[in-house]
């Protein structure tokens, strides 16, 4: 799996958590990896799967769902192949399966959707609850 996606787990209302996507295999390489948009989406049990967090290839800009704006941080260490998804002040909300998913091909307009991405993780669990 050329994605893997690990830091999920129980935290209560008002905690923090990071998630971290890191990449590896023959489609991500530490020279290649910079090239690549990343992006977090969430999927709560019975619904669909939302985009969350991007940051974009070369310069890095990122962009946020409202949801998760001015809480949520997300960062690239191209170096290590790594996004990081920073949580800060979950919500009961929060809660859901995070998926990371990366692509070389995404354009601005179709950043937050989940078929502009090819390369997904296997998901990580975040469970906000008291």
């Known amino acids: 799996v050329p994605l893997q996606a690990s830091g999920g787990g129980l935290v209560q209302p008002g905690g923090s958590l990071r998630l971290s996507c890191a990449a590896s295999?023959?489609?991500?390489?530490?020279?290649?990896?910079?090239?690549?948009?990343v992006a977090w989406f969430r999927q709560a049990p019975g619904k669909v799967r939302d985009f969350v967090a991007a940051i974009f290839r070369s310069g890095g800009k990122t962009y946020y769902a409202d949801s998760v704006k001015g809480r949520f941080s997300i960062s690239r260490d191209n170096a290590k192949s790594t996004v990081y998804l920073q949580m800060n002040s979950l919500k009961p909300e929060d809660t859901a399966v995070y998926y990371c998913?990366?692509?070389?091909?995404?354009?601005?307009?179709?950043?937050?959707?989940?078929?502009?991405?090819?390369?997904w993780g296997q998901g990580t669990l975040v469970t906000v609850s008291s």
């Open positions: 998913a990366a692509d070389a091909g995404v354009i601005l307009s179709a950043l937050r959707s989940r078929q502009t991405y090819g390369n």
């Open positions: 295999g023959r489609t991500f390489t530490v020279r290649t990896f910079s090239g690549y948009t």
